[in-house]
């Protein structure tokens, strides 16, 4: 078959997270690797209750064929649920996705021809390379630190492509409750980086699904709440409250961007399923989600909290990790000269495995650092996994014993 397969085959690649999974089938190892909601989020009672009422009032609505830019009933939904989060939303700018994944697809199928740049934070939600992949953009990668993206850094950039005539496809950010490093962008920087695009004429692809799950401090606007002349795209998720099983995401947009999206996405599966949709939509209208937005708060804020004592009491000096508000990860930075992903056979070989942080990157990977996620595992797992990683750590960082040291003097 290998000789029939189309060209751009060849630039599909399973990502870090997937290639997990050779260890994640023994059911005895903590995992910190996936980015899984706890199944305890799930929101079980409202969900039958919404099914009740689908099978027995709704069954055209939720069982028939439908628009491919989305249920109007949804999309008007959603158009208010981001008007409360301060952007200028409309049903007709908006298009529902079979997850937010599918929107960063349809933004490459639409925008990207191989070659163009793609500006994203560095690092990255990996997933935008999987998406992107046979478009083949050239990516750029801007540094973050705890205020979310450098935008001096990228201002500069932006001149210096400028200057070479370069004007990159779009800038792709994860602003708040980064994925994977736990951070959220500043008000300044937000501003900041919503000018820019402007003033460079490229668009910003901000995917924002972890805005809802903020256990600690006051919320940032979205970028999009800023944006006076249609640059920002805004996409949204209910994988992460409600439950990624049902795949619904959105993207909010220019009209001409929303009509191409809606275009290419008849071709790839005509619309989204109508039945998550129309779960979708009664879990946001019915009032559930904002009733069980605090439950999931509190679940992730513990966690998080159990998760930063226990990294507080078991990992060695020199070791350092963010600490996020909300969201479900965290970005751990070792010392430099450690690979993280030389580290992780040795970590799965004592029962706990993480997500290395060189997939990552757009560029070049920094090697010291890793991803771990504390929304999927239990607390008790959690103490355990953080002392197992921490042991793994300390032993690397002892000298060693043996001919070599001795060698060394
Ligand atoms: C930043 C980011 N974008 C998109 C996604 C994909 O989410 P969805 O399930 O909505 O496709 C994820 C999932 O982990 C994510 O972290």
Known sequence: MEALFAERTKWMKASDVRELLKYATDPKIISFGGGLPSP??????????????????????????????????????????????????????TIVTHGSQQAIELMGRVLVEPGDVVITEEPTYLGIFTALATYRPTYHGVPIDSEGLLTDVLEEDLQEMSDQGIRPKFIYVVPTFQNPAGTTMSQRRRRALVDLAAAYGVPIVEDDPYYDLRFEGEAEAPLASYDEEGWVVYLGSFSKVLAPGFRIGWAHGAPDLVNKMSLAKQGVDVFTNAFGQRVAERYLTLGMLDEHLPRIRALYGRKRDVMMAAMEEQFPDGVEWTRPQGGMFLWVSVRPGLDTRDLLPKAAERGVIYVPGHGFFPGTPKVNHMRLNFSFPGEGEIRRGIRILGSVLADEGRPRKGPLAVARG
Request: aromatic share 8%; hydrophobic share 45%.
């Open 40 to 93: 305890d989020s799930f929101p079980l009672k409202d969900l039958k209750v919404i099914f009740d009422e689908l099978l027995h009032e709704e069954t055209a609505a939720a069982f028939q064929y439908g628009l491919t830019q989305g249920d109007p009933k949804l999309r008007t939904a959603l158009a208010a649920r981001m008007g409360a989060r301060g952007i200028e939303a409309s049903a007709d700018r």
